[in-house]
C-alpha cells in the first residue's frame, strides 16, 4: 500500500534552514507529482510546492518562492523540501502528498517550529 513518512522537522531560530525529507513506497514513485502542504491549528490545509510527475517542473506557492526548493530523487523515493530564510510565520505541520492515478494520498506531517 501507499507510504509517505516525512521527516527532518524541528525548531529552528528564525532565519534559519531545515530541509523536509519524504520517504514514499506502495507505488511507482516518479509517475506521482509529489507536492508539499502545510497546515497550521485551525487553519485549512494549504499549498507549499510541487513537484510534477514526469518532467520534475516545480511550482510554488508565493509565500515560498525564493526560500523554499523541492526536490526529488527518484533512485530513492523520496521528495525533499530545503526551507530558508525561515520566518516565525513558516511554524507548521508539513505534509507529503502523493497523487497516484489521480488519487491523493498523505503522509502524517512534521512539525515545523520557527521561534528565537
Known amino acids: 500500500q501507499v507510504q509517505l513518512v516525512e521527516s527532518g522537522g524541528g525548531l529552528v531560530q528564525p532565519g534559519g534552514s531545515l530541509r523536509l525529507s519524504c520517504a514514499a513506497s506502495g507505488f511507482t514513485f516518479s509517475s506521482a507529482t509529489m507536492s508539499w502542504y502545510r497546515q497550521a491549528p485551525g487553519k485549512e490545509r494549504e499549498f507549499v510546492a510541487h513537484?510534477?510527475?514526469?518532467?520534475?517542473?516545480?511550482i510554488y506557492a508565493d509565500s515560498a518562492k525564493g526560500r523554499f526548493s523541492i526536490s526529488r530523487d527518484n533512485a530513492k523515493n523520496t521528495v525533499y523540501l530545503q526551507m530558508n530564510s525561515l520566518k516565525p510565520e513558516d511554524t507548521d505541520v508539513y505534509y507529503c502528498?502523493?497523487?497516484?492515478?489521480?488519487?491523493?494520498?498523505w503522509g502524517q506531517g512534521t512539525r515545523v517550529t520557527v521561534s528565537s
Open positions: 513537484s510534477i510527475r514526469i518532467s520534475g517542473s516545480t
Open positions: 502528498r502523493a497523487v497516484v492515478d489521480y488519487t491523493s494520498y
